[in-house]
């Protein structure tokens, strides 16, 4: 009978932890269980967020912002040198603080910090990067212009802004659409679950 029991509980339990996948994706909540013995240690690669259009634009975002970077880094001489090291600070950081979101989100790395706010985090990254590259790259213009490389970095800076820019757009919109509580909502939701259902299981135990 205790068994019985016991494993009502532990299906209860289990039934709740799908309630955690509002912070396993980091836009778009899901109904699907969290399955933590999949992958290395718990750790999965989510396929379905790098097909998304998130997951798109911060493959496009990392892969612009190193190629600026790569630009801005060939360039030899300069003078005056205060724009091209402004503009190589700025890709650097851009491309390594939205390279490690990225390798969060597609692991889903999020989850074992779910009392993040992860789409303000990815908002306010985007939102940076968006006016420190559209800054760098007219400061870039404006100081450095006469070598194909300044060129070109200043075409990426540009381009890169623009993919950030769109990405802003789209986080807003989910943001206002009331996804942006969702996760620490559906958090809450399933911490108090979990904690009913263990103390349930812990009651059962005493009584028997």
């Known amino acids: 009978m205790r068994n019985n029991e016991e494993a009502d509980g532990f299906d209860g339990e289990a039934s709740n932890t799908s309630m ?3 912070a396993s994706s980091p836009y778009q909540p899901t109904t699907e269980p ?3 013995g999949h992958g290395l240690g718990g750790i999965r690669c989510d396929t ?4 998304s259009n998130c997951g798109l634009l911060k493959i496009a975002e990392v892969v612009l912002a190193l190629i ?5 880094e060939t360039i030899m001489l300069c003078s005056p040198c205060g724009g091209v090291y402004f503009f190589e600070f700025v890709s650097c950081s851009a491309f390594v603080v939205t390279g490690v979101l990225l390798l ?3 692991l889903n790395l999020h989850t074992k910090v779910p009392h993040i706010n992860w789409m303000l985090t990815d908002l306010v990254n985007t939102g940076v990067s968006t006016f420190f590259f559209i800054l760098a790259s007219i400061v870039l213009a404006a100081l450095n212009h006469k070598g194909e490389s300044e060129i070109a970095a200043v075409v990426f800076g540009f381009l890169v802004s623009t993919v950030y820019a769109f990405n802003t757009y789209l986080i807003v919109k989910k943001w206002r659409m009331g996804d942006g509580r969702s996760g620490a909502v559906q958090t ?3 911490t108090r679950a979990r904690t009913a ?7 059962r135990a005493e009584i028997q």
């Open 68 to 72: 600026a970077f790569i630009c801005i």
């Open 197 to 203: 259902s263990r103390g349930e299981i812990e009651a």
């Open 104 to 106: 969060i989100f597609s």
């Open 188 to 190: 809450s939701e399933y």
């Open 20 to 22: 955690i996948s509002g």
């Open 48 to 51: 379905g967020f790098l097909k």
């Open 34 to 36: 969290v399955h933590a």
